[in-house]
Nanobody, 111 residues
Framework: QVQLVESGGGLVQTGGSLRLSCSAS????????TDWYRQTEGKQRELVAT???????YYNDSMKGRLSISRDNANNTVYQQMNRLEPEDTAVYYC?????WGQGTQVTVSS
C-alpha cells in the first residue's frame, strides 16, 4: 500500500520561503510522475508543480519563477522549494503520485 507523507508547512511572512517534503513508502518516486497540489477552503484542488520520472518539471503559471520541485532518489523524497511567498499562496499543499495522496501540509503566509 502506498503512503505519502508531507512535511515542511508552517507560518511564514510575505516574501519568505518554505521547503515542503513528500516521502513515500510502497512507491518508488523515480518510476512515476509526482505532483504538488494546493487547496483553499471552498475551492478546487489546484495543480502547482509536477516532476516526471525523467526529472522534467512543470509549474503552475501563478507560481512559476517562485517554485522549484526536485527529487532525491536515494531517499525517495520529493521536495518543493517555495520562495517569495504571498498571502495568496496560503493553502493546504498535497503530494500526489498516481492514485495516492498525502494528508496535506498547511502553508500560511501572513501579510
Amino acid at each position: 500500500q502506498v503512503q505519502l507523507v508531507e512535511s515542511g508547512g508552517g507560518l511564514v511572512q510575505t516574501g519568505g520561503s518554505l521547503r515542503l517534503s513528500c516521502s513515500a513508502s510502497g512507491r518508488i518516486f523515480s518510476f512515476f510522475a509526482t505532483d504538488w497540489y494546493r487547496q483553499t477552503e471552498g475551492k478546487q484542488r489546484e495543480l502547482v508543480a509536477t516532476i516526471t520520472p525523467a526529472g522534467n518539471s512543470y509549474y503552475n503559471d501563478s507560481m512559476k519563477g517562485r517554485l522549484s520541485i526536485s527529487r532525491d532518489n536515494a531517499n525517495n523524497t520529493v521536495y518543493q522549494q517555495m520562495n517569495r511567498l504571498e498571502p495568496e499562496d496560503t493553502a493546504v499543499y498535497y503530494c500526489h503520485s498516481e492514485t495516492a495522496w498525502g494528508q496535506g501540509t498547511q502553508v500560511t503566509v501572513s501579510s
